[in-house]
């Protein structure tokens, strides 16, 4: 453990790092450079903090770690209180090594406006820490909403030719079930007279309000994810937003639904997420077949990956519901493993995009023979995003499969169907941009990857390979937390069945 305010430091110094880029003056030219290399070097330091934290958190404690708790809200009993466990520390490391891959990449790309767009970036980043540590409901709310303003900004200011569009699609879409979720933790604090996270998650709420509370949750949580049908602000979102905002967006705050699902849903509305966990199959399973055959039909290439991220977060939200070691274990390596790779596909997308100014498949063709090296990157993260054995992707979607074998066999028929479209779909892509038809001189007079692209990418594939043979490093610091999420669920299942038991007899035995 550690003697000074660790996760503070982290969420609140991306802040700091944006205060003093908004302070600096000077010639347009070297306040662009100096906004840069300090929202550069302020994420660097947090992903050091982060790596300082992984490295002192104990993975055999199902306990929530390097906690920080003072007064907020006083009179409501509101605190500040922040800790992370294994489920939420994974997602912590990953907010803080993509957002400086995502500065690097807008390096060059972002002309207009960058000093707005890294203090736009380092709000993000503070926002997003803050959602996965949070351990007060309404601090998670602060947080979990202020993500939306710095993303709102980054894709209507930064964005494609229908950015403002896209813009208001995506704020509205996840104001909207947000403020169901507002009313229903509003409820749950008339209800406990508690917003304290780790108390609401021990204690116990009457069967009928569960059912309200949880499809209000639901609500938010499903746009975030997002499933279907409340994914349409996503393909939309990514098309338009700036390669950054597409990295940022696909790799960490769509699990914030998941991450909601895992903290509200399942320990503190267990009955209610039994009796809707087959409503969620069926969601689950339509937007991986769906979403999968719409992506083989897709033009864009960008749209093509937001729409297998649908598909993929389809296993996120089976294998949570499933309460299974396998299945929740095989989801939050899902996420995790999804926020590498499909970033990475999003960067590779931008590389092109660079060049080309184009993201039609039909524009590229033959480019292997002038792009070797990013031909073999690319070969790797699409083989990951297939879920090829050896790679992050396989062990997540192997493991939600296993956890709903257990549980519903047609399901799990269904979701792996999933599997074999993704490999259609991305083979189809990779055939086509990578060693499709010559079609255009311009295509392959592109040049390879630079030095700063190779050092953003590599990174990434690595880790996807490393992830692939070695799941153990993410799995044995999430078990204890996921064993304890599993048990509680199972307690309180098991006591309302012993409740509803007696009360059954009681009005059995009133009748005679």
């Keep these: 453990m550690v003697d000074f305010p660790l996760l503070s430091l982290m969420t609140f110094l991306p802040v700091a790092g944006a205060l003093i880029i908004l302070m600096i003056r000077g010639d347009e030219e070297i306040v662009k450079q100096n906004s840069k290399h300090m929202a550069l070097y302020t994420s660097l330091f947090t992903l050091a903090f982060a790596l300082f934290m992984y490295t002192r958190f104990d993975g055999s404690s199902a306990e929530f770690q390097f906690v920080e708790q003072g007064g907020w809200l006083k009179p409501l009993g509101i605190n500040y209180h922040v800790g992370v466990d294994g489920i939420s520390v994974f997602f912590v490391l990953l907010s803080a090594f993509l957002t400086p891959v995502c500065i690097l990449s807008a390096w060059d790309a972002v002309k207009v406006r960058v000093k707005e767009f890294m203090v736009a970036f380092l709000l993000l980043e503070s926002f997003m820490i803050g959602t996965f540590i949070a351990l007060d409901a309404v601090l998670f709310y602060v947080f979990f909403e202020g993500v939306l303003i710095p993303m709102f900004l980054i894709i209507g200011v930064w964005g494609g030719p229908r950015r403002v569009y896209s813009a208001y699609k995506f704020f509205l879409y996840t104001l909207l079930g947000s403020v169901l979720m507002l009313v229903g933790l509003l409820a749950l604090y008339a209800h406990t007279g508690t917003t304290d996270i780790p108390t609401l998650m021990e204690s116990s709420v009457a069967p009928h309000l569960q059912y309200w509370l949880w499809l209000a949750f639901f ?134 995009y660079d060049r080309m100014h184009t993201r039609e498949i039909e524009r590229y063709g033959g480019i292997v023979k002038n792009m070797p090296k990013y031909a073999t990157v690319f070969m790797i993260l699409m083989l990951g995003s297939v879920g090829l054995p050896g790679t992050s992707g396989f062990v997540g979607e192997f493991l939600v499969l296993l956890g709903v074998f257990q549980v519903n066999t047609l399901v799990a028929a269904l979701a792996a169907t999933g599997v074999i479209l993704g490999a259609a779909y991305m083979l189809i892509l990779y055939r086509r941009v990578v060693f499709g038809p010559r079609v255009n001189d311009d295509a392959l007079s592109m040049p390879d990857l630079s030095q700063r692209e190779l050092g953003l990418l590599v990174p990434i594939v690595l880790l996807v390979l490393w992830l692939g043979v070695f799941p153990g490093v993410v799995t044995e610091k999430i078990g204890p937390s996921v064993d304890k999420l599993i048990t509680e669920y199972n307690a309180k299942l098991n006591a309302a069945a012993i409740v509803e038991t007696s009360e059954a007899g009681d009005v059995q035995g009133a009748g005679e």
Excluded at 240 to 267: C, N, Q, W
Excluded at 313 to 332: C, D, H, K, L, Y
């Design 219 to 352: 609500a938010s949580f499903a746009v975030k994810m997002p499933m279907w049908p409340v994914h349409t602000w996503l393909p939309d979102a990514h098309v338009e937003a700036p390669t950054a905002g597409s990295v940022i967006l696909a790799g960490v705050l769509l699990k914030m639904g998941g991450y909601g699902f895992l903290r509200f849903s399942l320990p503190m509305l267990p009955e209610a997420s039994a009796y809707f966990a087959d409503f969620v199959f069926a969601l689950s399973v339509i937007a991986i077949v769906y979403t999968s055959l719409i992506a083989l039909v897709q033009e864009d290439m960008k749209k093509l990956i937001a729409y297998s991220s649908v598909a993929h977060m389809g296993f996120v939200t089976i294998g949570i519901f499933t309460a299974t070691t396998q299945g929740i274990e095989g989801s939050i390596f899902q996420m995790l493993s999804h926020g590498l790779i499909s970033g990475a596909l999003f960067l590779c997308v931008g590389v092109v």
